[in-house]
Nanobody, 127 residues
Framework: QVQVQESGGGLVQAGGSLRLSCAAS?????????????MGWFRQAPGQEREFVAA????????YYADSVKGRFSISRVTANNTVYLQLNSLKPEDTAVYYC???????????????WGQGTQVTVSS
């Protein structure tokens, strides 16, 4: 059974920083370890669709970013404990959303490709 758990959200002023963490564990029904999955972060603001933020390959060597966060957010992965981090810098009020971590067999920006999702963590940026 695969489990994905986010943490680290909170309230921060514009221009501030936060670091989100995502711990993924377990095996799929076919016996594949989630540590061999790529991981991604998505976000969803009230009344809006879920949007891609960043992704990292299973090895941690390849990363992908949405244009809206390039240069401000950074995704990284510690393979030893299969934890993925999302460093959020220079935060803007429009970054306010629930941030979700998810696992996918191969890196993708498409939410429907992801098999396992966490419950989400709220990030609120005040102006």
């Amino acid at each position: 059974q695969v489990q994905v758990q986010e943490s680290g959200g909170g309230l921060v002023q514009a221009g501030g920083s936060l670091r989100l963490s995502c711990a993924a564990s377990g095996r799929t029904a076919l016996g594949r370890s989630v540590s061999n999955y790529a991981m991604g972060w998505f976000r969803q603001a009230p009344g809006q669709e879920r949007e891609f933020v960043a992704a990292v390959s299973w090895s941690g060597e390849t990363t992908y970013y949405a244009d809206s966060v390039k240069g401000r957010f950074s995704i990284s992965r510690v393979t030893a404990n299969n934890t993925v981090y999302l460093q959020l810098n220079s935060l803007k009020p429009e970054d306010t959303a629930v941030y979700y971590c998810a696992a996918v067999p191969k890196s993708s920006v498409m939410a429907d490709r992801y098999d396992y999702w966490g419950q989400g963590t709220q990030v609120t940026v005040s102006s």
